[in-house]
Every structure is written in structure tokens, then in C-alpha cells.
């Protein structure tokens, strides 16, 4: 039966129950334990719990009420605007939006290690995108050349009695990443990726530049796909309106 011929009762029953066997078994949480505990527990493994933490408190207290114990006798019918929010919760803990699908920019620029410094800059002005990856040669990414770090790179260079066309010719994009710790400024995941993922990987890391997002994962494989920091916004507005 679908849901939207249900009474508003067991709407929100039939989405609490989905979203109380969702997060039990994606953590492997004890089953005894009660909701509200396993929403608190829940919080550090799951951005829309922590989102969402009061409402489903209030959704665990509120399915007490409606039901006290069983199920099969309704004892009050909630307002459809909490069932539309549970609803809302449940889609996005059961069925989340993919981040290829709805995010990803896909034409996903590249640039080559040993091009200048002038290449990267050129490249970033007439594309827009502030965030390139770098490739070696052997097709192994060294970095993100990103744009904010060239600049302070070119004004060091500057201050330090460089001259401007030394760096803007000279210098490779390898030589400028080569002296940044690259390892926290992008990470790659698989085509699988989740827009909640996506949020969480940058809320965890204040670092992050951009996800690779490619088939399987791996740093080796062509990429499908992009989100860089500037796709924040945009992925908070995804899932509230999902």
C-alpha cells in the first residue's frame, strides 16, 4: 500500500520504523537499546542524524504517544507537516541523493604536472574553476592546483626578489606542489558516493579542496566526476529539499 494512502498515523510508524532498522543495521547497534540512545549514538556516525538530532528525539517521543507500546492501536494522529518531515528524514537515511548524479561536475578539468605556472593560471581564468588536478606523466595525480595557492605562491616569489616572468614561465605546477602537503587537500571516492558523504568529508576536514570521484575509487582511475568546496551550498539545498 503506498504510503500516501495511509493515515497520517501510520505514515509516520511506517517511516520511524524504517529509519529505527536503518541506523541499527548500517552500525550495528544493539537492539535493545532504545531510540532515543540510538540516536545519540548515531550523532558522530551520521551527518543527517546530527542534522536532524532534536527532531527525531522529538519523532521517538512523539511515536510513544501516538501508539504507547502497540502498534495496531493508534492513539492519536500526527499533523502532517511532522509525517512530511519524517518522510523527508527517512529518504534521506534510506535512499540518499547520489552526489555523481546530482552534484558532480563532469567535465572534470586536468592539467599536466610539468606545465608552467602561466598554463595553470590561464586555465583557471578561462574556465572559472578555481580547483585543477595535476597529473604526472605516468598518470598519477600529485595535487590539486588550486588558486588561492598559486597566488600566495606567486606573491612569496615576489617578496622574495623573484621577477614575475620567472614564475609564471619557469616554474612547473609539480615544482609548486611539491612543496605543499597534498595529502589533505583531496581525497577519492567511488561513483556510490552519497551527498551526505560528500558534506561530511568536508565538514571533517576544514582542508579538503575537492572530491575525485571516480568508478571504484581508486587514485589510478579516470575521473567521473568533481566537487570541490564551492559545491557546499549547493549540497546543504539538495538535501533539504529532498
Do not use: W
Amino acid at each position: 500500500m503506498e504510503k500516501k494512502t495511509l493515515s497520517n498515523a501510520r505514515r509516520f510508524i511506517q517511516s520511524y520504523n524504517n529509519i529505527d532498522y536503518t541506523i541499527r543495521t548500517r552500525y550495528n547497534l544493539n537492539r535493545s537499546m532504545g531510540f532515543s540512545e540510538l540516536i545519540r549514538k548515531s550523532v558522530a556516525l551520521n551527518f543527517i542524524v546530527r542534522k536532524y538530532e532534536d527532531d527525531l528525539i522529538d519523532f521517538g517521543r512523539l511515536r510513544n504517544a501516538i501508539v504507547h507500546g502497540n502498534e495496531d492501536y493508534i492513539m492519536a494522529e500526527p499533523h502532517i507537516d511532522v509525517v512530511e518531515q519524517i518522510e523527508k528524514i527517512e529518504r534521506l537515511l534510506t535512499a540518499p541523493p547520489k552526489a555523481l548524479e546530482l552534484v558532480c561536475r563532469r567535465d572534470v578539468l586536468t592539467i599536466s604536472a610539468n606545465q608552467s605556472m602561466k598554463d595553470a593560471i590561464m586555465l583557471i581564468a578561462s574556465s572559472s574553476y578555481s580547483n585543477i588536478p595535476a597529473y604526472n606523466d605516468k598518470g598519477e595525480i600529485i595535487g590539486i592546483a588550486n588558486g588561492q595557492k598559486i597566488l600566495d605562491s606567486f606573491g612569496k616569489h615576489l617578496l622574495s626578489g623573484g621577477k614575475a616572468d620567472s614564475f609564471l614561465n619557469n616554474v612547473k605546477i609539480e615544482d609548486m606542489l611539491s612543496k605543499i602537503e597534498n595529502s589533505n587537500y583531496y581525497i577519492f571516492a567511488n561513483k556510490d558516493l552519497t551527498v551526505e558523504e560528500a558534506l561530511e568529508f568536508f565538514h571533517d576536514n576544514s582542508k579538503l579542496l575537492a572530491i575525485l570521484v571516480t568508478k571504484n575509487g581508486g587514485a589510478k582511475e579516470k575521473p567521473l566526476g568533481i566537487i570541490t568546496g564551492s559545491d557546499v551550498i549547493k549540497m546543504n539545498t539538495i538535501l533539504e529539499n529532498y
